[in-house]
């Protein structure tokens, strides 16, 4: 893993280091199930390397492909990294050893997750226990976050007028035929990838798996088909407006679901009350919002794509020419 | 003693490698991954500290008694997600920035403000 | 209390009165919640219904209560005036992701401030630092863009930063609540594990803090961004940055550890007072008006460090009452630049000559904004000046009073530039159209203007609750 991050610091075609940083995700990710973490490592699995090297590569595609061979002052920052490394290895020599069973993280607050959130949740699996309900509101934040950073894509990114069409539709009928064969595997493959969404959502209480993934895998198969069938006919069959809203949606549902509770009289995301059984109001409650955030989630990362490919027209020329 | 640590080594080592490309680097999109790998590093980290010796997934079964800590687990995932975000947004800038000055390079950018 | 937003509306003018509908009840439930917490003490919220260390908590003080006023009242101000001012600065189909970015961040920076959990600051710490970075990229001018991008990878940084430090302060303690951080810290205090942590939550919201070294992202965010934006950020953002830095260093570090263990008391003291100089020296040298306030804000971030830096009671005061008054000036005075760019375009310090007598209102807002400040008596600028020096001279350090009074000099000196344009040089030929600024500019602008000058007489307020925060503090670090 160092030798791979390694070799992302000399390349200098910035294609090559996209393809790099997916398998340093990769190879993250296969740590965390090592590390016996596997619903982060299904997330960076499909994050690391999947979302973001292709927001990577389809910025490279907007922007330009080869870094520029100048370094500035590197002395300069090589100090600041060894001396911010320095004090962290500094830190580590009072730290409880590696997988002790001793340490203060296992043995404080963690204890009660492992203990008891069968009997006060309902669902086996903890992470997902700790994720929808114990800190339910950082979740809540996270969903926000992710809001955010659409709104932000769409409100920097949104091009007004429909200047570039034309060219757009050529491009898009050289994809149509170029790539036939593809076409038809995924035609298949695109439903079974939707499927296994729906069922990541919804198994997420018993095996890794969630809301949050769900929806990765979710936009990734709309992406597939965006780029696929081309553009317009994504944009025909998925409406811009509709997604935006469907990304306000999940925001919404998840603060909803959280008001019912208060409204119900519990605090603020307190699913104990939603129903006259606890167990079973928190179990609809986790439901609730990780469908929330699934949709979210799905809706958020399309519009980024979406914003991303659709300032294509205006690039197109430069590209050429850059690369 | 020193084994007991090896894994914060590396990732310190990782983190380094990716705050020396954010500094160092003057392409934009260059910085934005220093900046995943200084991020996944931080994940990393997180995720030793909840590893147990002998311990086993988080999610409840039948004649398991270890588990390794799941809030670490629930703090990343959200961690995780808060950096695709941060990529999503930066990235989305740095088109808008290749777009008015026509480069991704940091020293030919501050050239352009430089003559405003 | 927790992000009331998000509704869809389709006409921006309708998601206007939306967004100034939303921030003025925050405003009301924040004064009526700062209410509840002196008269009934610390107020506890279980989010989830967990209890608090294993659930996340609001914990609402009389500290984050007083901050948390300020920071809606200013944006609920600063709403007010926002419709007319992106007329000019934001093409129409922008205008719903410019407000619900603004709830956005609005929303992140209420939740830093109430929260009682360290990890859940980093997740608001990021809602409101995204929307900021979007909301400066909407800029106009090209190097909004680029001012963006630079401070979104400080900023990152800053954040990840501080994520280390609370993965190290979890390792050590094995819980992110920090009132349960506070109590089971001391017993592992003298580790290295826990000074490194310490040392890289510091250093990461000094970052967001714009403190002396770590500051260059500011200048050029501020001048480029929209001048709502600016408005809005210049006057909470820094001062969110500087609670978390209260928080930290006394709440959950505890006094003695930050202050006696490690000579950070010392630390602060150089950056704020370099900080003073410096930025105010650049000040003088710009011919932006932004950008001479946004130096003047790195400035005063360097008086509200000093008087943490004094670490007494009459120290913390002084940075809160400090806090409370910079928001008012600098509040008021990047919404006077707003009435100026609407009507000019620019706020180059040239096109500022004879606007003295063609927007008389706007230019007589910036002075007194500027008299205080400089800290001339009757302003709020006099009022945390004073306290601040009262405080530098109880621990017996003259020079250092010295020195803060030395920086006011500056002060005068970047704006007397300022105010010889407007009043004592002969308007530009083609600026003669110049006319007033719109009211709904105007008022909000005197809005503060009148609460600069009420505050800086009767201090009762501002002053009562921030010294009853800074000893209520005290009295739970021991």
């Given amino acids: 893993m160092v030798s791979v991050a390694v070799a992302i610091v000399w390349m200098k075609d910035l294609i090559a280091v996209v393809m790099l940083l997916g398998i340093y995700g990769l190879l993250t990710a296969s740590f965390f199930v090592a590390m016996d973490a596997v619903d982060v490592a299904f997330t960076e699995a499909s994050v690391g390397a999947g979302i973001s090297t292709l927001l990577l590569l389809v910025a490279i595609a907007k922007t330009k492909r080869a870094e520029h061979p100048v370094r500035h002052k590197p002395m300069l920052a090589l100090l600041v990294v060894v001396v911010t490394g320095g004090l962290l290895i500094y830190g580590t020599f009072d730290m409880p050893i590696f997988g002790i069973a001793e340490a203060p993280a296992h043995t404080h607050v963690a204890q009660r997750y492992i203990e008891d959130s069968y ?161 079973a109001g928190q179990h609809l409650g986790i439901i609730l919002i990780e469908l929330g955030v699934g949709l979210t989630v799905t809706a958020v990362i399309t519009i980024i794509f979406f914003s991303f490919a659709g300032r294509e027209e205006i690039q197109d020329y430069r590209n050429d020419t850059g690369a | 003693m020193l084994i007991g640590h090896y894994n914060y080594w590396v990732v310190v080592a990782l983190m380094m490698l990716g705050f020396f490309i954010i500094i160092a680097h003057g392409n934009l999109i260059k910085k934005i991954i220093g900046l995943t790998i200084f991020q996944t590093s931080v994940f990393i980290f997180y995720i030793s500290i909840a590893k147990l010796d002998g311990g086993s997934a988080p999610i409840l079964a039948e004649g398991v008694s270890d588990y390794s800590n799941p809030l670490p687990h629930v703090l990343i995932l959200t961690a995780i997600v808060v950096g695709i975000a941060t990529t999503a947004l930066g990235l989305a800038i740095t088109v808008r920035i290749n777009e008015a000055y026509g480069s991704i390079e940091e020293e030919f950018i501050q050239k352009q403000d430089n003559q405003t | 209390m927790a992000a009331p937003l998000c509704l869809f509306l389709k006409r921006p003018k309708l998601v206007w009165l939306f967004t100034c509908i939303v921030t003025a009840l925050t405003f009301l439930i924040s004064v009526l919640l700062l209410q509840q917490v002196i008269t009934h003490g610390t107020l506890v919220y279980e989010l989830g219904g967990w209890a608090a260390p294993w ?65 859940n600051v980093f997740v608001f710490l990021e809602i409101s630092s995204l929307s900021a970075y979007a909301l400066i990229a909407m800029g106009n001018d090209r190097r909004a863009l680029w001012a963006s991008y630079k401070y979104l990878i400080m900023g990152t940084v800053g954040a990840t930063f501080i994520l280390i430090g609370i993965g190290l302060m979890y390792q050590m303690t094995g819980t992110l609540n920090m009132h349960d951080l506070a109590q089971r810290l001391p017993e592992v205090s003298q580790t290295r594990t826990v000074f490194v942590s310490f040392a890289f939550i510091v250093v990461g919201v000094c970052l967001k803090l714009a403190l002396f070294p ?132 620019n706020v180059q310090l040239s096109g500022f000559q004879g606007l003295g007598r063609q927007m008389p209102l706007t230019m007589a807002a910036i002075v007194v904004g500027g008299l205080s400040l400089i800290g001339v008596p009757l302003t709020v600028g006099f009022i945390s000046k004073w306290y601040l020096v009262l405080a ?87």
């Fill in chain 1, 119 to 279: 009997a006060e949740v309902g669902i086996p699996n903890i992470v997902t226990s700790v994720l929808a309900s114990y800190r339910g509101f950082d979740t809540f934040g996270e969903v926000v976050v992710i809001f955010t950073a659409g709104i932000g894509v769409l409100g920097l990114l949104t091009v007004s007028g429909g200047t570039g069409r034309r060219n757009q539709e050529i491009t898009t009928k050289k994809m149509h035929e170029q790539h036939k064969v593809l076409r038809i595997v995924a035609k298949i493959l695109i439903p079974f990838m939707l499927l296994f969404a729906l069922y990541v959502q919804f198994h997420g209480d018993y095996g890794p798996g969630g809301g949050f993934q769900a929806g990765v895998i979710f936009a990734a198969g709309i992406i597939l088909y965006a780029m696929l069938f081309g553009m317009n006919t994504a944009r025909r069959v998925i409406n811009q407006t509709l997604i935006q809203l469907i990304a306000a949606l999940g925001v919404l549902l998840y603060g909803a679901v959280g008001m019912l509770s208060f409204v119900n009289g519990g605090t603020f995301l307190d699913y104990s009350v939603l129903l006259t059984d606890p167990i």
């Fill in chain 3, 55 to 119: 659930g996340i908590e609001y914990r609402i003080d009389q500290l984050n209560a007083f901050i948390l006023c300020i920071i809606s009242g200013i944006s609920a101000v600063v709403a007010m005036a926002a419709h007319t001012s992106l007329q000019k600065e934001l093409s129409k189909d922008r205008h719903i992701y410019f407000y619900m970015l603004y709830l956005l961040s609005l929303t992140g920076m209420l939740g830093i401030v109430a929260t009682g959990d360290a990890f």
């Fill in chain 3, 214 to 345: 770590l500051h260059l992202w500011l200048p050029n965010a501020y001048a480029y961004a929209p001048s709502i934006v600016t408005a809005m950020f210049a006057a909470t953002a820094t001062k969110v940055a500087v609670y978390l830095l209260i928080r930290f260093t006394f709440t959950i570090y505890g006094l003695s550890f930050s202050f006696t263990t490690l000579p950070l008391n010392i630390l602060f003291l150089v950056l704020g007072l370099t900080g003073v100089f410096v930025a105010s020296v650049a000040a003088i040298y710009k011919n932006n008006v932004k950008h001479i306030f946004a130096y003047s804000s790195v400035a005063q971030v360097g008086y509200m460090i000093v008087g943490l830096s004094v670490g007494t009671a009459a120290g913390l005061t002084a940075t809160l009452v400090h806090i409370f008054n910079h928001a008012l000036m600098k509040g008021a005075l990047f919404l006077a630049l707003a009435g100026v760019m609407y009507r000019l375009g």
């Fill in chain 3, 392 to 478: 530098v001279i109880e621990n017996g350090w003259w020079p250092v009073a010295v020195l803060i009074l030395l920086g006011s000099l500056l002060a005068i000196v970047y704006l007397w530039r300022i105010i010889e344009m407007a009043y004592f040089k002969p308007a530009n030929e083609h600026s003669e159209t110049v006319k007033e600024a719109p009211f709904s500019i105007l008022i909000p602008v005197w809005i503060l203007v009148i609460a600069n000058i009420y505050f800086g007489i009767d201090t009762r307020i501002s002053v009562g609750i921030a010294q009853s925060a800074a000893q209520s503090l005290f009295g739970i670090t021991p």
